[in-house]
C-alpha cells in the first residue's frame, strides 16, 4: 500500500473538519461490554444466531430478547469523560466535528454530541418489517409489538445493522472523510468492514492526520500516523485538550 507522506499534527488548522469513528471500546468504561475483548458479547453469545438476518429469521424471539436486555441496560449506564470529550470538541473546534459511530448506545448523544452517524443503527429505535418506518422505542420489543404507521400492522425489528446488511448513511459518511483534516478512531478493534477501512482510504488519498485512541493498539494500528494508547476516558479528555489548546 502506497501512503503518502505522513501528516502531523502540526498540518492541521482550525478550518479543517475532523471525523472521529467511535467504537465499543469508548463505551466500556459506562459499564457496556465491547464484542470481542476476553468478556466481550461474542465471547458469549453466537454471533449468527443474534446479529445475523438469518438469526432473527430462525428464531425471532431469542434476538428480541438479546437486544431487549441491551436496550434495558441504558438508563442505567451514562456517558463518561471520552464521550464528554468529543461533545466539548464539537462545541469548540471551528471547522466542525463529525463523529460516526459503530455503538447503539445513546451515550453519545447524552453527553451533548450532535453531529452524529449511527452507521450500525440504534437499540433506541425499532423498524417495521413491511413499511421500513423507523420509530423511537425505549423498552421491549415483541412479536406482538406492531408498526403504527402502515395498515399492514407490520412487525417491528430492532433499529440494528446486522452481519451481511449495509450500514446506514455511507455516503454521508465517505463524503466527511474525503475532506476532513484529522481521523481520530476511538476504542475499535478494527476488525469489521466497512469502518475497518476508512484510515487506509483516508492514508490513500494522504491529506488528513490520522490517530488511533485505543486501549491497545488494534488490528489496523499500523495505518494510523500516530496511537496513543490507554483507557478511553483518560486519552480522550487529554487528545481533546491537546486539539483545544491549539485553538
Ligand atoms: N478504552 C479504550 N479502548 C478500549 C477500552 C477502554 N476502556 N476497553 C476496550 N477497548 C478497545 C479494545 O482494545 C478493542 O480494540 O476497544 C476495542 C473493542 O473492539 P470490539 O469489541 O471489536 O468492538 P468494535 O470494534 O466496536 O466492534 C465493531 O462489531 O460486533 C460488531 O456491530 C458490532 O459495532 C460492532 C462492530
Ligand atoms: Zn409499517
Known amino acids: 500500500t502506497s501512503f503518502l507522506p505522513d501528516t502531523s499534527l502540526d498540518d492541521l488548522t482550525p478550518d479543517l473538519p475532523i471525523v472521529v469513528l467511535t467504537g465499543a471500546g469508548i463505551s466500556k468504561e459506562s459499564g457496556l461490554d465491547t464484542f470481542r475483548d476476553p468478556d466481550g458479547v461474542w465471547r458469549r453469545h453466537s454471533l449468527e444466531d443474534l446479529a445475523t438476518p438469518e438469526g432473527f429469521a430462525r428464531n425471532p424471539a431469542l434476538v428480541q430478547d438479546f437486544y431487549n436486555r441491551r436496550r434495558a441496560q441504558l438508563p442505567a449506564v451514562h456517558p463518561n469523560p471520552a464521550h464528554q470529550a468529543l461533545a466539548r470538541l464539537e462545541a469548540a473546534w471551528p471547522g466542525g466535528v463529525l463523529v460516526v459511530t459503530q455503538n447503539v448506545d445513546d451515550l ?14 440504534e437499540l433506541t429505535k425499532a423498524r417495521c418489517l413491511s413499511c421500513e418506518t423507523v420509530v423511537g422505542h425505549a423498552d421491549a420489543l415483541h412479536d406482538a409489538t406492531v408498526c403504527g404507521a402502515c395498515d399492514s400492522r407490520g412487525r417491528m425489528r430492532p433499529h440494528i445493522v446486522w452481519f451481511g446488511e449495509m450500514p446506514f ?3 454521508r ?10 481521523f481520530v478512531s476511538v476504542g475499535t478493534s478494527g476488525t469489521v468492514y466497512p469502518a ?23 488490528d489496523g494500528a499500523s495505518l494510523f500516523a500516530e496511537g496513543r494508547y490507554g483507557p478511553a476516558s483518560l486519552v480522550v479528555p487529554a487528545f481533546v485538550d491537546e486539539l483545544l489548546g491549539r485553538l
Open 108 to 121: 453519545h448523544e447524552r453527553a451533548g454530541s450532535r453531529k452524529l452517524i449511527h452507521m450500525h443503527g
Open 169 to 171: 448513511e455511507m455516503e
Open 173 to 182: 459518511i465517505w463524503g466527511a472523510l474525503a475532506e476532513c483534516g484529522l
Open 196 to 218: 475497518a477501512g476508512f484510515v487506509a482510504d483516508i492514508r490513500h488519498r494522504g491529506m488528513a492526520h490520522t490517530v488511533e485512541l485505543n486501549l491497545e493498539p488494534s
